[in-house]
């Protein structure tokens, strides 16, 4: 099981992989950097435990050891036993949560990957907002969305708040990058999906109408600009979600939300 060891100096080196969550200059889960994943929370972690991404270190207070213990009984690793205010000054922060895991990212999975067994799939271009893109994940895992890709100028998923926002989702459903939109649709095409474009243009098709695909891919673009003219111009099809006159759209993660409820309405 998990070794407890105290932690009494925040200068410890045994928990470098911790320290200054909050610097952008030298965070650990910079992909450029040491490129590790961290799980905040109690329920981030046990999802952490339980996917593809073990972890090979914790930190905590004694209150979340004692909660995690079960989930740790089968897990060599340490456990980083601090009191709160070590905690924070290891980190930069005071969390809240009250305990952090840390594990190396595994090697990328391929598109073809990630679509061989899926039927709903979201693809995000432009999508640069960690808390979206986190939210994106966790309405994918309630909803029964089955892969999240990542066209151009996306945030990275594995940025702690992401991780943090999804709820640790971003570790359990699958994603992959599908670069040089609109080209790489031609995966999704050459996989059996049906391609549609999420639009707020009120002469699109509503979604209700358009999901017509045993397999669909959902296009969905960043806030504001939304999908570039090129990606929604090699789409099957274009599609609005009914709102509101006078409202010009919707929250990304919101509207992909809305876009899975759809889905499995229509199935």
């Known amino acids: ?5 105290d932690i009494e100096d925040p200068g410890d080196p045994r928990v470098a992989d911790f320290r200054d969550l909050n610097n952008a200059d030298r965070r650990p889960d ?6 590790l994943v961290i799980a905040e929370g109690v329920v981030v972690v046990q999802r952490m435990l339980a996917s593809r991404f073990p972890p090979f270190a914790l930190l905590g207070v004694g209150k979340r050891y004692e909660q995690l213990a079960e989930d740790l009984a089968d897990v060599p690793v340490p456990y980083y036993r601090a009191t709160a205010d070590v905690m924070a000054e290891v980190v930069g922060f005071h969390l809240n949560r009250g305990v952090l895991a840390a594990a190396h990212r595994p090697p990328e999975l391929t598109a073809d990957a990630v679509l061989a067994d899926a039927r ?3 693809v995000l271009e432009g999508v640069n907002d960690h808390e979206n893109i986190g939210s994106i994940f966790r309405n994918a895992a309630g909803l029964g969305a089955d892969a999240v890709l990542f066209g151009d100028r996306c945030s990275d998923p594995l940025y702690r708040r992401s991780v943090r ?3 640790g989702h971003v570790l359990r459903v699958p994603f992959a990058n599908l670069p040089d939109l609109p080209g ?3 995966v999704l095409r050459d996989n059996g999906f049906q391609i549609i474009a999420l639009t707020p243009d009120p002469e699109a098709d509503t979604l209700a109408a358009a999901m017509t695909g045993d397999k669909v891919a959902l296009l969905l673009g960043a806030e504001g600009p939304g999908l570039t003219a090129a990606t929604m111009a090699a789409s ?6 009914p709102m509101t006159p006078g409202t010009d759209s919707l929250n990304v993660a919101t509207a992909a939300a809305m876009a899975f409820y759809e889905r499995v309405r229509t199935r």
């Open 1 to 5: 099981m998990a070794e407890v060891i």
């Open 30 to 35: 910079l992909p450029g950097g040491k490129g």
């Open 120 to 122: 709903t799939v979201a």
């Open 165 to 167: 926002v999804s709820m």
């Open 184 to 186: 790489g649709l031609n």
């Open 236 to 241: 099957d099809i274009r599609a609005r979600i």
